[in-house]
């Protein structure tokens, strides 16, 4: 029973365009929130995290927007690329946790 | 150059055959992981080790088994008693066991069973 959902299983988008990928969760304990960017046939590497004090995080065109009261976090790339063509997995975890709760994953298609 | 390392990248293995899936890291991280990765399951913990000659199960030990003697080394042996072994295993270190601490990944190895 996974305990973070992910959304989408996969996106195409064009590029320029915004992709939205969606995860929620259910035990309060948690309170940090990575995503990892995966590409094909490499292991997955951080992009970006979160935690429940501030509502959003930018690092250049990646964003995570937090909504603590609905326990749900989303992964917003702005202008996406080609480049940007990978999985991307969001986790959770409690502070005092030593594991993370990976969601199912995001394949994300940009086309040129 | 620092990483992580993971070796065979492809592994072909009969049925009822125990094999070994090798991890290196030269990051000096305490803490190293083993994940099973399959299509639409994202990220699965199978045993995780805090520090050497130490480890714990995860999420999905049956049938697997590992060691950690060296703080650089954390061998992964998929046994005969696991019963769905085709999958793409992930190995991954941290500074500590802390699920704070980011995660370095491994390239990853495909085992198929035959």
């Known amino acids: 029973q996974q305990q973070v959902k992910q959304s989408p299983q996969s996106l195409i988008v064009q590029k320029g365009g915004i992709s939205i990928i969606n995860c929620a969760y259910e035990?309060?304990?948690?309170?940090?929130f990575p995503w990892y960017q995966q590409f094909p046939g490499k292991g997955p590497a951080l992009l970006i995290a979160?935690?429940?004090?501030?509502s959003e995080k930018k690092e250049g065109r990646f964003t995570i927007s937090f909504n603590k009261s609905a326990k749900q976090f989303s992964l917003h790339i702005m202008d996406s690329q080609p480049g940007d063509s990978a999985t991307y997995f969001c986790?959770?975890?409690?502070?005092?946790?030593?594991?993370?709760?990976f969601g199912a994953g995001t394949t994300v298609t940009v086309r040129a | 150059d620092g990483g992580i390392t993971q070796s065979p990248k492809y592994l072909f293995r009969k049925e009822g055959q125990n094999v070994t899936l090798s991890c290196e890291q030269n990051?000096?991280?305490?803490?190293m992981y083993w994940y099973r990765q399959d299509p639409g399951q994202g990220l699965r913990l199978i045993y995780y080790?805090?520090?050497?000659?130490?480890?714990q199960k995860g999420d999905i030990a049956e049938g697997y088994s590992v060691s950690r003697e060296k703080k650089e080394s954390f061998p992964l042996t998929v046994t005969s008693a696991q019963k769905n072994p085709t999958a793409f295993y992930l190995c991954?270190?941290?500074?500590?066991?802390?699920?704070?601490?980011?995660?370095?990944f491994g390239p990853g190895t495909r085992l198929t069973v035959l």
């Open positions: 035990n309060t304990a948690f309170d940090y």
């Open positions: 991954a270190s941290s500074i500590q066991a802390r699920s704070t601490d980011t995660q370095y």
């Open positions: 979160i935690r429940p004090d501030v």
């Open positions: 990051l000096n991280h305490d803490a």
């Open positions: 080790s805090q520090i050497v000659n130490d480890f």
């Open positions: 986790a959770a975890s409690g502070s005092n946790d030593y594991k993370l709760s």
